[in-house]
T-cell receptor
Framework: QKEVEQDPGPLSVPEGAIVSLNCTYS??????FMWYRQYSRKGPELLMY????GNKEDGRFTAQVDKSSKYISLFIRDSQPSDSATYLC???????????FGKGTLLTVNP | EAGVVQSPRYKIIEKKQPVAFWCNPI?????LYWYLQNLGQGPELLIR????????DSQLPKDRFSAERLKGVDSTLKIQPAELGDSAVYLC??????????????FGQGTRLTVV
């Protein structure tokens, strides 16, 4: 079992839809949780950064962390065609601060 | 504020040739990472620096890969000799780090390597 599992999709939704992206993990030491957006042929762009459990909201984006279930989510409200990209979850914690990534979910928002 | 800068953006080389990638992290960021990203996969760590010290290089294929971070700022990743399987995107990232566990990492645009 990989440390971080992410549904690779692809996920296709109409413009304006609410999108839910999810990751599960197995390492209880993870404390820092991140979501990155990666456009084709670009580097990953940090969207959300959270520590421990709870919710964090930034505009149309909401990140949720449930450490008891080892489950994190990213919600995108009122999705736009410009949100079309690959979304990567990443996490770190314990004595080793390396980031461990999921495989990424390819999202397409259709106008 | 400038982000993480990488060069070159693209590189095509023949197998068995050497290649080097350069990274300039965000000013003041103590932690620097080199990641490898294959098509359709998430980035995988090659090496992590805290200032000029390589604190995690367990995933770096040391027979052909080397890295350095002089004066704890810029970093160079080298492959010698390159193999066909090294074709991938090489990403550099930096975070404030400093042992406080702050891994809010910011990435550069990456170098896309093609070995022919």
């Amino acid at each position: 079992q990989k440390e971080v599992e992410q549904d690779p999709g692809p996920l296709s939704v109409p413009e304006g839809a609410i999108v839910s992206l999810n990751c599960t993990y197995s390492n209880s030491a993870f404390q820092y949780f991140m979501w990155y957006r990666q456009y084709s042929r670009k580097g990953p762009e940090l969207l959300m950064y959270t520590y421990s459990s709870g919710n964090k909201e930034d505009g149309r984006f909401t990140a949720q962390v449930d450490k008891s279930s080892k489950y994190i989510s990213l919600f995108i409200r009122d999705s736009q065609p410009s949100d079309s990209a690959t979304y990567l979850c990443a996490m770190s914690g314990g004595s080793n601060y390396k980031l461990t990534f999921g495989k990424g979910t390819l999202l397409t928002v259709n106008p | 504020e400038a982000g993480v800068v990488q060069s070159p953006r693209y590189k095509i080389i023949e197998k068995k040739q050497p290649v080097a990638f350069w990274c300039n992290p965000i000013s003041g960021h103590n932690t620097l990472y080199w990641y490898l990203q294959n098509l359709g996969q998430g980035p995988e760590l090659l090496i992590r620096y805290e200032n000029e010290e390589a604190v995690d290089d367990s995933q770096l294929p040391k027979d052909r890969f080397s890295a350095e971070r002089l004066k704890g700022v810029d970093s160079t990743l080298k492959i010698q000799p390159a193999e066909l399987g090294d074709s991938a995107v090489y990403l550099c990232a930096s975070s404030p780090g400093g042992g406080r566990g702050n891994t809010e990492a910011f990435f550069g645009q990456g170098t896309r390597l093609t070995v022919v």
